[in-house]
């Protein structure tokens, strides 16, 4: 019988600060504010005959890089409906309802999703994970994101 375990990888060093908004529709959106986001994992994996059902270090590791590859940046979504962005000399030009932020090129990054929120940072961030990561002995892995206590989105992957 084939016994599956859960592994739950949540620490202090799996976390980023960034600055973002939220846009609500076509004409509202938050105003330009900062979280230090925090990225934990739930694992599940078969459980092998020494005891162990996935190498934690891998996906700790995998975590870490994520999570500084984001830090300290400007977050925008690059596919958002409602917010047009364009780079003129050196920095992006974010318009939203007529009125246009401008971010520094090398300190924002423009993320290909509709929306910066934790759910949708949830998918965006396990995509990387799954593009960077071996899961042949993964049955599911679920990675979460808070923007603050008690906020948290996840998405979640499951094996075939």
Not at 57 to 68: G, P, Q, T
Request: hydrophobic letters at 40%; a negative charge; aromatic letters at 10%.
């Amino acid at each position: 019988m084939t016994q599956l375990a859960t592994l739950h990888i949540d620490k202090q060093a799996h976390k980023f600060s960034a600055a973002h908004f939220t846009i609500f529709s076509e004409t509202e959106r938050e105003r330009l504010h900062g979280h230090n986001y925090g990225v934990s994992a739930r694992i599940v994996a078969e459980m092998g005959e020494n005891g162990f059902s996935a190498d934690y270090n891998v996906y700790k590791r995998c975590l870490k890089r994520v999570c500084d590859a984001h830090d300290e940046y400007m977050l925008l979504p690059g596919n958002s409906p409602w917010l047009a962005v364009v780079t003129e000399e050196g920095e992006y030009h974010a318009t939203f309802a007529g009125k246009t932020l401008r971010f520094p090129v090398d300190e924002t990054l423009l993320l290909p999703i509709v929306n910066i929120t934790v759910e949708a940072l949830a998918h965006y961030l396990l995509k990387l994970v799954l593009a960077e990561s071996s899961l042949g002995e993964l049955v599911e892995f679920e990675l979460f994101v808070s923007s603050g206590d008690g906020q948290v989105g996840s998405a979640c992957w499951r094996a075939a």
